[in-house]
């Protein structure tokens, strides 16, 4: 749902830097995205993300520069095919829009939807391959994306798809890193359901992304969430009732042992049990090649 203290209203045909925004592409809970094109240069369109100005002092700094800033560092430094492309980053100097005077706009690769709104894709086997590339892609470079889920899965014109949305991504130090705790919980593990927070953040590991990964999965294959409930809190409850040994993971019967094993062990209860992204790859790609899924009977 659409906040509007967290919403960035952007009026159509407004120019920021060599760029004419359209129509609205999305909005989330601190930023809203819209198409934008240009008459000269290349590419000629885009998507502009843009980030609220908030009021900050030196005694109230901006709330969400630190979400900002993790974006526009993971974006600058990694250069993926299966991640989303930054072209630019562009600040509005608006005294006469007082909303965007401050504003943060990143320029971003088109996409054409996302997973979240798109029809199911022709081949969801393909498509969690590239998912589980970009992920690991992410992890050898010491970023853990956190917040996995089929919102921050773009899907490009080609149909290919691309991991975006990295505000909570953090950064490794050593076996863990620091993150917000601004994520779905539909895809988040037990574990960090309920984390300690100090200053930095949530004390995360990379097998919160294997986990996403798990739901997602067993989400694109099925149709269905591998935890019972009607609604994210009572699926948390399952989640959590799992972890503690009190309830079993009842995957769905549709799926064939190959990603039956796969899910299972990215669901594994103890963070340790859930295999790294190399693994996982490896063990996607067998999965993807060798044992597809039937095909559904029409009746």
């Known amino acids: ?45 885009a998507a502009l993300k843009f980030w609220p100005t908030t009021p900050r002092t030196p005694q109230r700094p901006d709330p969400l520069r630190s979400l900002l800033q993790r974006e526009v560092e993971l974006l600058e430094h990694l250069r993926s095919p299966r991640l ?12 006469r829009h007082p909303q965007l005077h401050g504003a943060t706009a990143l320029i971003l690769e088109r996409a054409r939807s996302c997973l979240h709104t798109a029809p199911p894709p022709a081949n969801p086997e393909t498509t969690l391959t590239q998912i589980c590339e970009g992920l690991t892609h992410l992890h050898d470079a010491g970023w853990i994306h956190g917040d996995l889920k089929p919102a921050n899965v773009l899907v490009m014109a080609d149909g290919a798809v691309r991991l975006a949305d990295f505000n909570t991504a953090a950064r490794l130090e050593g076996t ?3 993150a917000p705790p601004f994520t779905s919980r539909d895809h988040t593990p037990p574990e960090q359901l309920w984390p300690e927070m100090d200053e930095r953040g949530a004390r995360i590991q990379p097998s919160v992304d294997v986990w996403a990964f798990g739901i997602l999965a067993h989400t694109l294959l099925t149709g269905t969430h591998p935890l019972p409930g009607t609604t994210t809190a009572a699926r948390c409850d399952a989640a959590t009732r799992y972890a503690r040994g009190t309830q079993q993971l009842h995957l769905s019967t549709t799926l064939p042992p190959a990603w039956q094993k796969v899910i299972r062990d990215c669901l594994a209860r103890t963070p340790t049990d859930r295999p790294d992204t190399h693994t996982l790859l490896t063990r996607v790609r067998h999965a993807s090649h060798h044992h597809p899924r039937p095909l559904a009977t029409t009746h």
């Open 1 to 45: 749902m659409r906040t509007r203290r967290h919403t960035v209203t952007v009026p159509h045909g407004y120019r920021i830097g060599d760029w004419n925004v359209d129509e609205p592409l999305a909005s989330g809970t601190f930023t809203t995205v819209y198409a934008a094109h240009r008459t000269h240069g290349t590419p000629r369109t």
């Open 84 to 95: 989303i492309r930054l072209y630019d980053t562009l600040t509005a100097h608006d005294p």
């Open 176 to 178: 863990h890193a620091y």
